[in-house]
């Protein structure tokens, strides 16, 4: 059964360092998506993309923040100047484009991040 | 924006009852209404939806029923197993996102 991927599985790293995680999206989808899961709480939308733009983001998707489709595969997301409030599960989702199916989220196992 | 409140926080039944989460949402412009299921160290993973022109949906021992007018909706798990255990999450979709609720915890005892 197809999956999205996400690298790396952990990653720590200290305040102030620039931090990209990687995912693959489902090979026909269209839309991609990062989560983001602080311990403990719950799936907090950061930012949807698609046709190569942000289609929609969140007050938390700040200018710290980046995404690119860097080939016709990988999806990132980049955090420029780590803060510890970033330590969280950072989900990437992807979801067909047709109205039909429109919202059905097939979701990576995540990156951690621990920023220290 | 949308906002999603998911009732209850904990659920705990015994193996073979049933189980019932409730949410709420405000936004009447939500078309999609997915749960999802989170294993510990997992992602979310979708296990029933259902779309604003529809009032109920089954799948086994789980169903999910929502009341447009009341903007709210609910999933049900009958004959609950210990596998059931997990945090189950509510969302609703608008506009290419998705906004979840605070999550249920579901323990299912033996």
């Known amino acids: 059964e197809p999956e999205v991927t996400q690298t790396p599985s952990h990653q720590v790293t200290q305040m102030g360092q620039e931090v990209i995680l990687r995912c693959v999206p489902i090979s026909n989808h269209l839309y991609f998506y990062w989560y983001r899961q602080i311990l403990g709480q719950k799936v907090e939308f950061l930012v949807s993309f698609y046709n190569n733009e942000i289609s929609e983001k969140s007050e938390i998707f700040d200018d710290q923040f980046s995404v690119e489709r860097p080939d016709g595969s990988n999806f990132t997301l980049k955090i420029r100047s780590t803060k510890l409030e970033d330590s969280a599960m950072y989900f990437c989702?992807?979801?067909?484009?047709?109205?039909?199916?429109?919202?059905?989220?097939?979701f990576g196992e995540g990156s951690r991040l621990t920023v220290l | 924006g949308e906002n999603v409140e998911q009732h209850p926080s904990t659920l705990s039944v015994q193996e073979g009852d049933s189980a019932v989460i409730k949410c709420t949402y405000s936004?009447?412009?939500?078309?999609?209404f997915p749960w999802y299921k989170q294993e510990l160290g997992k992602g979310p993973q979708l296990i029933i939806d259902?779309?604003?022109?529809?009032g109920e949906k089954k799948d086994q021992r789980i169903a999910v029923t929502l009341n447009k007018t009341a903007k709210h909706f609910s999933l049900h798990i009958t004959e609950t197993q210990p596998e059931d255990s997990a945090v189950y999450f509510c969302?609703?979709?608008?506009?290419?996102?998705?906004?979840f609720g605070d999550g249920t915890t579901l323990t299912v005892k033996p």
């Open positions: 989702a992807s979801s067909e484009t047709s109205s039909s199916r429109a919202g059905e989220l097939f």
């Open positions: 969302a609703a979709h608008n506009a290419g996102k998705s906004t």
């Open positions: 936004d009447s412009a939500s078309n999609y």
């Open positions: 259902i779309r604003s022109n529809v």
